[in-house]
């Protein structure tokens, strides 16, 4: 059994096992209605812990429809229905849920509660995102990629905006997956220096996107942040927005990606939205199919 915690922890073979994997069992479910069960049920008998201390659309549809995919159930925890970290020690909860269940995803706040959690657990723990990092966004992100334009090895990866936990584990990945990462970005938002050496810093974010065959961004501000958060990351990052005329300045063919939810014509137009680089529908699709690769390889199935 394996725990998935960070892209940077798990084995570059491994990593490229789990993108054959999620193709290969995408390709194998093309045409079926979407609760039809796979032609293997690698998840049998299992039971699946999902645990949101944090709000999810993405994570906890692709989760919870990628189990039952594959002949699993699921027990769907908030924050609310448990007492993890309040009543109960984090320690505490991972051993009791390791007699329930057979695998633990849980999508929370700080990188402490997944460590502790899977210190303590004996069954897979999966990380469903921290406020540090979120590397299941960017296995979908690299099998999109790799779907549309083939291997991501050697190519560049331009990233416009905050430096926050989904760049980090974009990050996380060009050294893994062996590509090239170019942050454009205000230097109050700068990520954070653990990640140094592991990508190039060029302000002016028009100067960043030549060359490049794939541009990303995120949503500028959390749900989490105060009106007056807001209002100055909008000034901050108001001259990085992903434009048409950002993407003019990349290669011809370059792809567009968004982890969504988005902010439409705040980080992105919705002209590069819905434009002819923009494959965000098909990464977030790939959440499916990237988690159900992770979870085997978790599970060794």
């Known amino acids: ?19 054959d994997s999620a193709i290969a069992m995408k390709s194998a479910r093309q045409g079926r209605p979407k609760g ?12 699946v812990a999902l645990i949101f201390e944090k709000p999810s659309t993405r994570t906890r549809v692709s989760f919870d429809v990628g189990v039952r995919q594959m002949g ?59 406020n540090r990092t979120h590397p299941c966004q960017i296995m ?14 050697g190519r560049k990866v331009v990233w416009s905006g905050d430096g926050n936990n989904v760049f980090a584990s974009f990050a996380h990945a060009a050294k893994q997956f062996d590509f090239d990462l170019t942050f454009t970005g205000p230097q109050p938002l700068d990520p954070e220096p653990a990640l140094d050496g592991l990508y190039t810093i060029e302000r002016d974010p028009l100067k960043a996107v030549e060359g490049a065959d ?3 961004t995120d949503t500028w501000v959390s749900m989490h942040d105060p009106q007056s958060a807001r209002e100055r990351r909008h000034n901050q990052l108001r001259g990085y927005q992903v434009n048409d005329a950002l993407m ?16 439409r014509d705040d980080e992105a137009t919705s002209s590069v939205m819905d434009g002819p680089h923009s494959v965000i529908f098909d990464e977030a699709e790939n959440r499916l199919h990237a988690q159900k690769a992770v979870m085997r390889w978790c599970l060794g199935t």
Do not use: W
Not at 248 to 263: I, Q, S, V
């Open 36 to 47: 039809a069960p796979d032609d293997e049920q690698p998840l049998k008998n299992h039971m």
């Open 140 to 153: 979908a992100d690299i099998q999109t990629f790799e779907e549309h334009r083939g291997p991501i090895k």
């Open 214 to 216: 794939l541009v990303v």
């Open 72 to 130: 699993g159930q699921t027990m769907v925890l908030s924050g609310a229905d448990m007492q993890l970290g309040h009543g109960e020690t984090i320690a505490d909860t991972a051993r009791v849920l390791s007699r329930y269940v057979d695998m633990i995803m849980i999508r929370t706040f700080e990188e402490a509660t997944l460590l502790e959690m899977a210190e303590h657990a004996t069954v897979p723990v999966i990380n469903g995102l921290t």
């Open 248 to 263: 003019g300045r990349a290669k011809p063919d370059a792809l567009f990606m968004h982890c969504l939810p988005a902010h």
């Open 1 to 19: 059994m394996n725990d998935f915690l960070d892209i940077h922890e798990t084995d570059p073979a491994a990593l490229r096992q789990i993108i």
